[in-house]
């Protein structure tokens, strides 16, 4: 039975479902029809095993943005075919042992809901038909990501934006080439924590390091760039270095790798690291005390990129090559990785 969409706490219990690959505006939108519409409302998170995100990834999304909803997550692998008789019991038998109780109303904006709600007994709420209001899907943003960037939510963003990480030794030119790399593809820029702490640091740069300066400068590192994820203008968030030389020159002035920066830096690898070349004349900005050591400290940066198992690679030149080169490697390396598996259909 279909009804016109019921005033707030029409209905005792409300069900929304659906893959949410990714949750979109569309799917909020669902979802807070419903809130106002019943006293308590079950969204199912219905993944399946080929798909490239995963179901706890897509029910923290939910939670963080309908804070007040009940979440739960099944995998479905259920060939998705509304005439089959078969197909709709194989789904029936996850979508029934999901819910904790009985349902009265089901939310779609989808024509599967009249046939959902009548193997449910409830009343099937039809939202948004043709999706006229919020004309989006997930197979048209997972087609086409950076086009319908602005229908995701912070917390979807933060998840699908891809950090491309410029670092190198000393004045390589990592704030140069990021700045041009985030300029020219309209992203977010995070700058290098670090040496805005260099600055206003205690005794300046000839006081002795304590560990506790490298866990402060990696962690704020990590919210800033955790915070361009979120409000990026496009699916890509550049970053002037990463919590990776704070381990770096832990071990420079310290003498070890710190293991709970690295067990983070291993944790929150970016999609790309960029590493600037030191073939360029040093210059002085008064934060840098590292000449004599700096083809010694990229060679460092060289060897543990290749244990990390994470793509890089090293730019050289002037800055236009450089950018160049850094474009070609976005296309080719990054770009691909961003794209979702396929749904089941």
């Not at 519409?37 to 399946?48: D, G, K, N």
């Not at 997930?138 to 699908?160: K, Y």
Request: proline content about 6%; charged content about 25%; glycine content about 6%.
């Amino acid at each position: 039975m279909t009804e016109p969409l019921a005033p707030a706490g029409r209905f005792r219990h409300g069900l929304v479902l659906g893959k949410f690959y990714p949750l979109h505006a569309g799917h909020s939108h669902l979802i807070r029809t419903a809130e106002r519409a019943c006293e308590r409302v079950t969204v199912q998170v219905l993944a399946s095993s080929i798909e490239s995100i995963s179901m706890d990834v897509r029910s923290a999304w939910i939670r963080e943005d309908h804070p007040m909803v009940h979440v739960v997550a099944g995998l479905d692998d259920a060939p998705i075919d509304y005439a089959s008789p078969a197909a709709w019991d194989a789904h029936m038998d996850v979508i029934e042992r999901l819910l904790d109780a009985p349902v009265d109303a089901v939310f779609t904006s989808d024509a599967y809901g009249e046939e959902l709600a009548r193997r449910l007994r409830a009343t099937w709420v039809r939202v948004d038909a043709g999706r006229t209001e919020r004309p989006v899907s997930g197979t048209a943003i997972r087609a086409d990501l950076a086009g319908h960037w602005g229908e995701l939510s912070a917390a979807v963003r933060t998840h699908l934006a891809a950090r491309v990480v410029v670092l190198g030794a000393e004045s390589t030119g990592s704030t140069t080439l990021s700045l041009a790399l985030a300029d020219k593809l309209g992203a977010a820029w995070v700058p290098e924590y670090g040496r805005e702490y260099c600055v206003d640091r205690p005794g300046g740069m000839d006081a002795q390091w304590v560990p506790a300066e490298f866990e402060l400068i990696a962690e704020a590192q990590f919210g800033l760039e955790r915070e361009a994820s979120r409000c990026t203008p496009t699916p890509l968030v550049v970053c002037d270095t990463d919590a990776l030389t704070t381990a770096l020159f832990y071990e420079r002035y310290l003498g070890e790798l710190p293991p709970r920066i690295m067990t983070r830096v291993r944790a929150n690898l970016p999609a790309l690291y960029i590493v600037t070349g030191d073939e360029i004349p040093w210059v002085q900005d008064n934060t840098r005390d590292g000449e004599r050591i700096r083809h010694a400290m990229q060679q460092r940066f060289r060897d543990t990129l290749a244990t990390l198992g994470v793509p890089w690679v090293e730019v050289r030149g002037s800055v236009e090559e450089r950018l160049a080169a850094a474009l070609d490697a976005i296309e080719r390396i990054v770009v691909p990785a961003q794209r979702l598996a396929p749904p089941l259909g």
